[in-house]
């Protein structure tokens, strides 16, 4: 998501010329191909990259990841790279300029998701046993139990069934969600002034935090999709991917917390 990138989406309730909705049926197919090809890869160099950092550059990822993400600093900065890293990603990728600048913001946001997201695996990891094997070189590196292999397996489930069940809902009724925009981006800075006030003055709700950002990722999709499939020109196709990975990758860190904080060792 970004906010700034969206607003000029859907700056209009109808599609823009040029847009998805008035492309031939060979172009507008060829459009969503590209789309969703792109945010698929996003999403496997988001798995190979965290994965990759955790094994071999273990100690790295212990420092540049917040350890354990059960205070709502940790969900406070989750809202804050939301709204503020993917702006700055998102105009990259809104580039008509240099197609290489839309790339650039790609690899910005799998990079920062990447980082992000170690935290809460890390907090898996150690909360379910097995944290990390010391090998005799003095070198450390991550071990997953089969208890935390089972959470980070369920949420990875629940993300791609929610995303996938989401934007079938959209694409079968054709019903345009974009009405939705300036209700979640408010809803958005609502939740970084919740997570403000929680850390000002010394509360902590964030399992309550994980749901409500849950609940408005759902609605991302539903809006994102519309612009995807209505306000998207068909040379922003790296773009569209870009917006829907974020929202995608925001998500399943939510459920992957949401999960952690539920089940038992």
């Known amino acids: ?101 839309q790339y650039v913001g790609l690899a910005i946001s799998v990079v920062v998701w990447s980082l992000l997201a170690q935290g809460v695996i890390w907090f898996v990891v150690e909360k379910f046993g097995n944290p990390r094997e010391v090998f005799a070189g003095g070198h450390m590196n991550a071990a997953l139990s089969p208890k935390a292999a089972l959470v980070i397996g369920e949420a990875t489930v629940a993300t791609l069934a929610i995303f996938v069940g989401l934007t079938v809902a959209v694409f079968v009724t054709r019903k345009d969600f974009s009405f939705l925009g300036s209700f979640l981006r408010m809803a958005m800075f609502g939740l970084l002034a919740m997570g403000l006030i929680c850390v000002l003055f010394g509360f902590n709700i964030g399992i309550v935090y994980s749901v409500i950002f849950a609940l408005l990722m759902c609605g991302y999709i539903l809006y994102e999709t519309s612009l995807v499939m209505n306000y998207v020109r068909p040379t922003q196709h790296v773009a569209a991917a870009v917006m829907l990975f974020t929202t995608v990758v925001s998500l399943f860190i939510q459920i992957l917390q949401i999960l952690a904080e539920t089940q038992r060792r």
Do not use: N
Request: hydrophobic share 55%; aromatic share 10%; glycine share 8%.
């Open 1 to 101: 998501m970004a906010f700034g990138a969206q607003a000029a989406f859907a700056a209009k309730r109808r599609p823009i010329e040029g847009a998805v909705a008035t492309m031939g049926v060979s172009d507008r197919v060829s459009f969503l191909r590209k789309t969703y090809a792109h945010l698929g890869a996003s999403l496997v160099l988001f798995a190979l990259f965290t994965a990759g950092m955790m094994r071999y550059a273990t100690e790295l990822s212990l420092h540049l990841s917040l350890y354990r993400p059960s205070g709502m600093g940790w969900a406070l900065l989750m809202v804050a790279v939301f709204i503020v890293g993917t702006i700055a990603a998102q105009r990259l990728a809104m580039s008509e300029s240099s197609r290489a600048l």
